[in-house]
């Protein structure tokens, strides 16, 4: 048994990200790439196989979307990059709870939905730090277009299943 997480993954920004969240982050030092989290914590491992279809229908009544990081931000100890626009982020989030009402992103802990690429954690030396190195590389543009099982492992994180954007616009 282990923790789960939904996550849009974002593997292409590792060589901006990669080694700050390696050395400032725990989730980056056990192989998380820059994401923004859906929902964490997600169901158990042993419970994931009763709720892939549920999911996949969530996941593909959105449509695949471009944003921009633009500029860094920061939570209490916390730096992070915030994804513009954020809405769409924080739409798949809430139907991901309306849909699994037990799973509360981040455990209720925290009453707003703040999409977020985290970079670094630590004291206001280091996040300044690493502010100053990615000023001068933004903004950077992504787009999302699957959606994220991943898994809490002994040997780290791994993917487990995706999840195609798959809503067609009509023309």
Do not use: C
């Not at 700050?20 to 980056?28: F, I, L």
């Amino acid at each position: 048994m282990s923790a789960t997480a939904l996550v849009a993954l974002f593997p292409e920004l590792e060589p901006l990200l990669g080694a700050w969240r390696r050395r400032y982050t725990g989730d980056g030092l056990r192989g998380m790439p820059p994401h923004v989290t859906l929902i964490f914590p997600f169901a158990d491992s042993s419970e994931v196989d009763d709720v892939l279809e549920p999911l996949e229908r969530v996941f593909a009544a959105f449509t695949p979307f471009e944003f921009a990081l633009r500029q860094t931000a920061r939570f209490p100890g916390l730096l992070y990059l915030r994804p513009e626009p954020a809405e769409t982020f924080v739409v798949i989030t809430e139907a991901l709870v309306n849909a699994f009402p037990d799973f509360p992103p981040y455990a209720g802990e925290f009453a707003e939905i703040v999409p977020h690429i985290t970079v670094a954690q630590g004291d206001d030396e280091v996040l300044a730090a690493a502010e100053r190195e990615l000023e001068a590389q933004l903004p950077v543009k992504s787009r999302v277009e699957r959606a994220w099982l991943v898994e809490d492992t002994a040997g780290g994180w791994r993917r487990h299943t995706a999840f195609p954007l798959e809503r067609r616009t009509s023309v």
